[in-house]
């Protein structure tokens, strides 16, 4: 093993060990339960879900606040189980695709929860992206409550594009778990932060498992 492998390995295993530890401490603090739907919402609000999967997040979120949740999931099969769970919900919508930097279509390798565009196992399936400027655009999208994003490496481009724009400042509350099997995935990551902290401020951060941001800057910020 050369100095390069042998550090690779290394660093791989120490993120694997930290990586560990902030899912422990995540869980132990509740935030599956606590964190992840603690929010001022009600009937008016709008939430956008980017990564619906199989519904169960909109359907916990719905039953606390009833309020109209818009759905992203890209794969047709997991679409279909989204919209037969809702199909009696009227506040509940399912959009066939997913957000990002540019419209366009994409293979994404299907495999459960970890269905993703960025990595090699899974079964092919070609999906759409929609641009996220021009989707808000088209729908006269104003005013965002709560944007939830856990789209296995798409978060970059798509908070990279919604920085760009602007279109953030939209949103009061962005809650985004970043993935680290993207190449440049920290850097990207950090970058995202930076910019976010232009118009919002972290109310919680696990690295790597799950943060949300709050429009309104602190004196830090």
């Known amino acids: 093993m050369s100095f390069q492998e042998l550090a690779n390995w290394l660093n791989r295993r120490l993120y694997r060990r930290k990586h560990r530890a ?8 509740g935030g599956d339960h ?5 929010y001022p919402l ?10 619906g999967y199989e519904g169960q997040w909109a359907n916990d979120l719905y039953s606390r606040y009833k309020c109209r949740i818009m759905v992203f999931e890209p794969v047709r099969s997991f679409a279909d189980n989204i919209c037969a769970r809702f ?13 990002g930097a540019t419209s366009r279509t994409e293979m994404i390798r299907v495999c459960g929860a970890s269905s993703s565009t960025y990595k ?10 929609v641009d996220a400027a021009k989707w808000f655009n088209d729908r006269r999208i104003q005013s965002v409550q709560l ?29 985004v778990q970043f993935h680290n099997f993207s190449v440049g995935a920290r850097r990207r990551m950090e970058s995202i932060q930076a910019g976010l902290r232009l ?3 972290p109310t919680y951060q696990y ?3 799950w943060e949300n941001w709050v429009r309104g800057t602190d004196s830090a910020g």
Request: no cysteine.
């Open 22 to 29: 902030i899912l422990k401490k995540w869980y132990a603090d």
């Open 34 to 38: 606590r964190f992840r739907f603690d």
């Open 42 to 51: 009600d009937r008016q609000s709008l939430v956008l879900d980017l990564g």
């Open 87 to 99: 199909r009696n919900n009227r506040d509940i919508e399912v959009l066939q695709y997913g957000l």
């Open 120 to 129: 090699h196992r899974g079964t092919p399936e070609e999906i759409r992206i």
């Open 147 to 175: 944007m939830k994003i856990n789209i296995e490496g798409g978060e970059f481009e798509l908070l990279e594009r919604l920085i760009e724009t602007g279109l953030v400042a939209t949103v009061d509350h962005v809650q």
């Open 199 to 201: 118009t919002h401020t």
């Open 207 to 209: 690295e790597f498992v």
